[in-house]
């Protein structure tokens, strides 16, 4: 084993090496292909879009000037429903348990809390007649919202439209003045009727007008995406995959940390930078000694979206899992800080992997390391398939998920580091056997808890030590307006301690909108308080 590191160590200089020429093209092709990728032309990625067809292409002839083969995987998608929608109201909304329909002048009733519950002895429909009228119903309950609400059963808004329906009312209309109760979304990708008209007044009661005049037209719409693979056939029984996401954000209409007006969010480090890459290693890999198995090279799309197309891969027919080695992940690599740090997740679903990334460390970066398979990239879609997967990333940064992503901050020379840590490791493995796989710990228990606020903070991926350090503070949300700054570790929400992203989200639950709550956050070695409001 260590005849075969040391001589990797040997070839890894020759390939990346920062002063030989071949380093200097390969940055420059980095270069090239994140330039292109995060160009405005290509207007941010979005699946689904012409902007997503221009990068496809672009990688498709990428892949060829390399020498390998491509074919699309295509998949589809509910992307969010089209709403055509007029009211005499404007805090008025449909949300996705309505139908199509008209309301010409139609009078409403007050039906309280719309459960009817006989087995419990509590209807809120005695001696109402809601038959050709708009039942209007708030979201809580007669004891609240809560998980031992005994009408628990009867808080579900779709149930309480359809018990309207049965009782004559021709549209729902729901409301709350409480602020643990359901507000429903405005945008949606599934309709999923109850029969009748049902929407939303995002104000008081007592300003819904005494007639109401609504039209309303849903219409789901179907998307289709595309991944792209390329394959380097051995011949070999077993095989590697090695992905990046290639789509982001378009113009930015969901998902973005920008307030203003729509503009591209361009994508570089998230994920031009991931793309370039596996561009990088399937040029190496096609022409390559380290042959004991093959390599399939994936750029997913839908990732912004939800792992859409890593995961709709993953299901395919195009994937055995008992077929492939291990999968490895770059999502976000080009932003490589001065202390080299670069995070891993996935490091306990294969026995090998501590190991194996110590064996190889490069003395120019540290790493931090998670052992759940599970986590907000694709290497999850393969995890689940029982395959043993690495995912890496360079941190989050204050131009996340923002127009501000551009080309001119990624860290090639990083990116290039990154490309290398990686290669040793796969070509360490090559003369061993297929990888075994395990589960992780916990990933029932640790999964992210559900929140209904946010702070406006973009966490330290990368911190390792206790609490929460924030690394980017986006204006005019709860935290910018609390005083909050980048580099402040958050170790306590009310009386919750914060001790890792976990617990701060566990916190974050405890909280809705308009409530307040004293935070601490240590900043410069000393713990200050600062009061938050959601």
Known sequence: MKKIILGFVL???????????ESKTAINRLKTDILFLSDDKLEGRETGTIGEQLALEYLQKRFNEIGLKTKTHPFQFNDNVEVDFFSNNEALYPIRYSENGSLDNIDHVDVNFGVHAQELGYSDYTSLD??????????????GIHPHSKYLNYHDLKLRAEIAKEKGAIAVIYYTDDKYAETPVRKFKKINSAGIPVLFFDDSKEKLTTKIRAKINLKERRVKGKNLIAEVNNGKENTIIIGAHYDHLGWGAEGSLYRGEPAIHNGADDNASGTAGILELARFYNKSKYNNYNYLFIAFSGEEK???????FANSDLLNPKKINYMINMDMIGRLNEDGRIAIYG????????????????????????KSGVGPSDHTSFYLQDIPVLHFFTGAHEDYHKPSDDADKINYEGIETVLTYIQNLINDLDDEEKLLFTKTKNDENRKAPKFSVTLGVIPDYLYSEKGMRIDGVTDGKPAYKSGMQKGDIVVQLGDMKVLDMM???????????GDKVKATIIRDGKAVELMVQF
Request: charged share 20%; net charge positive; no cysteine.
């Open 11 to 21: 070839i890894s200089v020759t390939l990346f090496s920062q002063e030989s020429k």
């Open 130 to 143: 809601v038959r050709g009228k708009i039942a209007v119903i708030n979201t809580s309950s007669p004891d």
């Open 306 to 312: 939800g792992l859409l197309g890593s995961n709709a």
């Open 347 to 370: 490091t306990g679903t294969s026995p090998r992997w501590d190991l194996l990334l110590k064996e190889n460390m490069l003395e120019n970066i540290t790493i931090t390391t998670t």
């Open 503 to 513: 617990t701060y989200m566990k916190a974050l639950g405890r909280y809705v909108k």
